[in-house]
Protein backbone atom coordinates (compact mmCIF):
# COMPACT_ATOMS: atom_id res chain seq x y z
CA UNK A 1 0.00 0.00 0.00
CA UNK A 2 0.94 3.02 -0.76
CA UNK A 3 2.31 5.21 2.32
CA UNK A 4 4.27 8.59 2.90
CA UNK A 5 6.96 8.75 6.43
CA UNK A 6 8.12 11.47 8.32
CA UNK A 7 10.47 10.42 9.92
CA UNK A 8 11.04 12.69 12.27
CA UNK A 9 7.95 14.12 14.73
CA UNK A 10 9.98 16.95 15.51
CA UNK A 11 12.87 18.94 14.49
CA UNK A 12 14.69 21.94 16.44
CA UNK A 13 16.68 24.88 14.68
CA UNK A 14 18.38 27.69 15.37
CA UNK A 15 17.21 30.71 13.75
CA UNK A 16 19.52 31.54 10.37
CA UNK A 17 20.05 28.13 10.29
CA UNK A 18 19.69 25.48 7.28
CA UNK A 19 16.92 23.13 7.27
CA UNK A 20 16.21 20.02 6.17
CA UNK A 21 12.93 17.91 6.85
CA UNK A 22 12.67 14.70 5.15
CA UNK A 23 9.81 13.37 3.16
CA UNK A 24 10.01 8.91 2.15
CA UNK A 25 7.43 7.44 0.21
CA UNK A 26 6.34 4.00 -1.26
CA UNK A 27 3.96 4.39 -4.32
CA UNK A 28 4.45 2.58 -7.77
CA UNK A 29 4.63 4.94 -10.28
CA UNK A 30 5.75 8.47 -10.49
CA UNK A 31 3.92 10.36 -7.60
CA UNK A 32 2.40 13.87 -7.25
CA UNK A 33 4.54 15.00 -4.17
CA UNK A 34 3.23 18.28 -2.06
CA UNK A 35 4.54 19.83 1.36
CA UNK A 36 2.36 21.60 3.47
CA UNK A 37 2.36 23.86 6.26
CA UNK A 38 0.62 24.33 8.99
CA UNK A 39 0.27 26.91 11.57
CA UNK A 40 -1.08 26.21 15.35
CA UNK A 41 -4.70 26.40 15.16
CA UNK A 42 -4.95 27.14 11.37
CA UNK A 43 -5.25 25.44 8.05
CA UNK A 44 -2.95 24.06 5.75
CA UNK A 45 -0.92 26.03 2.86
CA UNK A 46 0.79 24.56 0.11
CA UNK A 47 4.36 25.18 -0.12
CA UNK A 48 5.03 23.49 -3.28
CA UNK A 49 4.12 20.45 -5.61
CA UNK A 50 6.27 18.19 -7.91
CA UNK A 51 4.08 16.82 -10.94
CA UNK A 52 6.86 16.13 -13.48
CA UNK A 53 9.69 17.72 -14.88
CA UNK A 54 12.63 19.34 -12.85
CA UNK A 55 12.73 17.54 -9.89
CA UNK A 56 14.37 20.30 -7.93
CA UNK A 57 11.01 22.36 -6.78
CA UNK A 58 10.35 26.17 -5.78
CA UNK A 59 8.13 27.00 -3.37
CA UNK A 60 6.72 29.88 -1.10
CA UNK A 61 8.63 31.53 2.10
CA UNK A 62 12.24 30.51 0.32
CA UNK A 63 11.57 26.29 0.60
CA UNK A 64 12.95 24.22 -2.13
CA UNK A 65 12.26 20.09 -2.33
CA UNK A 66 13.99 17.41 -3.96
CA UNK A 67 12.69 14.75 -5.92
CA UNK A 68 14.71 11.66 -5.74
CA UNK A 69 13.51 8.81 -7.23
CA UNK A 70 16.16 6.63 -6.37
CA UNK A 71 15.68 7.37 -2.85
CA UNK A 72 12.29 7.75 -2.87
CA UNK A 73 12.22 10.99 -1.31
CA UNK A 74 11.23 14.36 -1.16
CA UNK A 75 13.24 16.77 1.36
CA UNK A 76 12.40 19.78 2.44
CA UNK A 77 15.04 22.42 2.47
CA UNK A 78 15.66 26.11 3.39
CA UNK A 79 18.95 27.86 3.85
CA UNK A 80 17.85 29.88 6.51
CA UNK A 81 15.32 29.88 8.72
CA UNK A 82 12.92 32.32 10.21
CA UNK A 83 11.31 32.46 13.63
CA UNK A 84 8.00 32.52 11.60
CA UNK A 85 8.74 29.31 9.91
CA UNK A 86 8.41 27.20 13.29
CA UNK A 87 5.14 25.24 12.30
CA UNK A 88 3.93 21.54 11.47
CA UNK A 89 4.61 20.48 8.20
CA UNK A 90 3.43 18.00 6.29
CA UNK A 91 4.62 15.93 3.42
CA UNK A 92 1.88 14.35 1.05
CA UNK A 93 1.39 12.17 -1.93
CA UNK A 94 -0.86 11.85 -4.37
CA UNK A 95 -2.82 8.60 -4.97
CA UNK A 96 -4.09 8.06 -8.43
CA UNK A 97 -3.35 9.30 -11.70
CA UNK A 98 -3.85 12.49 -14.01
CA UNK A 99 -6.48 14.68 -11.84
CA UNK A 100 -8.39 12.10 -10.10
CA UNK A 101 -6.04 11.55 -6.88
CA UNK A 102 -6.27 11.44 -3.20
CA UNK A 103 -3.66 13.22 -0.57
CA UNK A 104 -1.80 9.94 1.16
CA UNK A 105 -0.25 11.81 4.64
CA UNK A 106 2.96 12.01 6.70
CA UNK A 107 2.71 11.96 10.24
CA UNK A 108 4.38 15.51 9.70
CA UNK A 109 7.26 17.32 11.52
CA UNK A 110 6.84 20.06 14.00
CA UNK A 111 9.65 22.69 13.70
CA UNK A 112 11.02 24.73 16.74
CA UNK A 113 13.21 27.45 16.11
CA UNK A 114 15.50 28.25 18.54
CA UNK A 115 16.24 32.01 19.43
CA UNK B 1 -4.91 32.73 -6.07
CA UNK B 2 -7.96 30.01 -5.38
CA UNK B 3 -9.21 30.88 -1.54
CA UNK B 4 -11.76 28.05 0.25
CA UNK B 5 -13.04 29.71 3.22
CA UNK B 6 -14.73 27.46 5.99
CA UNK B 7 -16.61 28.57 8.98
CA UNK B 8 -17.02 29.16 12.15
CA UNK B 9 -13.36 28.55 13.12
CA UNK B 10 -13.85 27.49 16.50
CA UNK B 11 -17.16 26.29 17.65
CA UNK B 12 -18.47 24.82 21.51
CA UNK B 13 -21.36 22.80 21.47
CA UNK B 14 -22.86 20.56 23.80
CA UNK B 15 -23.13 17.27 24.12
CA UNK B 16 -26.27 15.75 22.16
CA UNK B 17 -26.45 18.66 19.83
CA UNK B 18 -25.38 19.16 16.06
CA UNK B 19 -23.03 21.33 13.91
CA UNK B 20 -22.64 22.23 10.75
CA UNK B 21 -19.22 23.20 9.34
CA UNK B 22 -19.35 25.08 5.93
CA UNK B 23 -16.64 25.28 3.31
CA UNK B 24 -16.74 27.44 0.58
CA UNK B 25 -15.36 28.05 -2.70
CA UNK B 26 -14.75 32.03 -3.24
CA UNK B 27 -13.09 31.98 -6.18
CA UNK B 28 -13.17 28.63 -7.80
CA UNK B 29 -15.87 25.87 -8.78
CA UNK B 30 -15.19 23.05 -6.63
CA UNK B 31 -15.61 19.86 -8.58
CA UNK B 32 -14.60 18.21 -5.46
CA UNK B 33 -14.57 18.51 -1.80
CA UNK B 34 -12.31 16.38 0.93
CA UNK B 35 -13.29 16.35 4.76
CA UNK B 36 -10.25 15.94 6.88
CA UNK B 37 -10.33 15.48 10.60
CA UNK B 38 -6.74 15.52 12.74
CA UNK B 39 -6.52 14.61 16.02
CA UNK B 40 -3.82 16.15 18.31
CA UNK B 41 -0.14 15.26 17.18
CA UNK B 42 -1.59 13.64 14.48
CA UNK B 43 -1.33 13.95 10.80
CA UNK B 44 -4.82 14.25 8.47
CA UNK B 45 -7.23 11.48 8.04
CA UNK B 46 -9.40 11.94 5.45
CA UNK B 47 -13.18 11.27 6.60
CA UNK B 48 -15.19 11.83 3.43
CA UNK B 49 -15.06 13.10 -0.76
CA UNK B 50 -17.87 14.74 -2.14
CA UNK B 51 -18.60 15.51 -5.53
CA UNK B 52 -20.93 17.83 -6.13
CA UNK B 53 -24.28 17.06 -6.84
CA UNK B 54 -23.31 13.17 -5.55
CA UNK B 55 -23.39 11.26 -2.24
CA UNK B 56 -20.47 11.62 -0.68
CA UNK B 57 -18.44 8.74 -0.16
CA UNK B 58 -16.85 7.73 3.04
CA UNK B 59 -13.87 6.19 4.40
CA UNK B 60 -13.90 3.11 6.71
CA UNK B 61 -14.67 3.95 10.28
CA UNK B 62 -16.61 7.32 9.43
CA UNK B 63 -20.03 6.35 10.37
CA UNK B 64 -21.74 8.41 7.77
CA UNK B 65 -25.41 8.74 9.90
CA UNK B 66 -23.35 11.26 12.12
CA UNK B 67 -21.19 12.96 9.68
CA UNK B 68 -23.27 14.02 7.20
CA UNK B 69 -21.78 15.87 4.17
CA UNK B 70 -23.39 18.22 1.52
CA UNK B 71 -22.07 19.67 -1.50
CA UNK B 72 -25.41 21.19 -3.21
CA UNK B 73 -23.64 23.12 -5.25
CA UNK B 74 -20.13 23.89 -6.82
CA UNK B 75 -19.12 26.49 -4.37
CA UNK B 76 -20.33 24.89 -1.45
CA UNK B 77 -20.23 21.81 0.96
CA UNK B 78 -20.89 21.13 4.36
CA UNK B 79 -20.25 18.86 7.32
CA UNK B 80 -23.14 18.80 10.09
CA UNK B 81 -21.69 16.41 12.95
CA UNK B 82 -24.83 15.50 14.10
CA UNK B 83 -25.41 14.57 18.50
CA UNK B 84 -21.88 15.31 19.10
CA UNK B 85 -20.17 13.77 21.84
CA UNK B 86 -16.90 15.12 23.19
CA UNK B 87 -15.02 11.90 21.74
CA UNK B 88 -16.21 14.10 18.42
CA UNK B 89 -14.06 17.36 19.73
CA UNK B 90 -11.58 17.53 16.84
CA UNK B 91 -10.13 20.04 14.03
CA UNK B 92 -11.91 19.49 10.99
CA UNK B 93 -10.40 20.53 7.29
CA UNK B 94 -12.21 21.32 4.34
CA UNK B 95 -10.03 21.28 0.98
CA UNK B 96 -11.85 21.64 -2.60
CA UNK B 97 -9.93 20.97 -6.12
CA UNK B 98 -11.55 22.77 -9.25
CA UNK B 99 -11.86 21.48 -12.86
CA UNK B 100 -8.62 20.14 -14.35
CA UNK B 101 -7.35 21.87 -11.01
CA UNK B 102 -4.49 19.48 -9.51
CA UNK B 103 -3.42 21.25 -6.55
CA UNK B 104 -6.02 21.13 -3.56
CA UNK B 105 -6.98 24.35 -1.43
CA UNK B 106 -7.03 24.24 2.18
CA UNK B 107 -9.51 25.96 4.41
CA UNK B 108 -8.69 27.47 7.81
CA UNK B 109 -10.29 25.07 9.69
CA UNK B 110 -12.94 24.65 12.61
CA UNK B 111 -11.93 23.77 16.01
CA UNK B 112 -14.60 21.38 17.80
CA UNK B 113 -15.35 21.35 21.11
CA UNK B 114 -18.36 19.48 22.71
CA UNK B 115 -18.84 19.72 26.10
Known amino acids: AQSVTQPDIHITVSEGASLELRCNYS??????LFWYVQSPGQGLQLLLKYFSGDTLVQGIKGFEAEFKRSQSSFNLRKPSVHWSDAAEYFC?????????????WGAGTKLIIKP | GAVVSQHPSRVICKSGTSVKIECRSL??????MFWYRQFPKKSLMLMAT?????????EQGVEKDKFLINHASLTLSTLTVTSAHPEDSSFYIC???????????FGSGTRLTVV
Open chain 2, 95 to 105: SARGYRDYGYT
Open chain 1, 92 to 104: AVGDGVDSNYQLI
Open chain 2, 50 to 58: SNEGSKATY
Open chain 2, 27 to 32: DFQATT
Open chain 1, 27 to 32: YGATPY
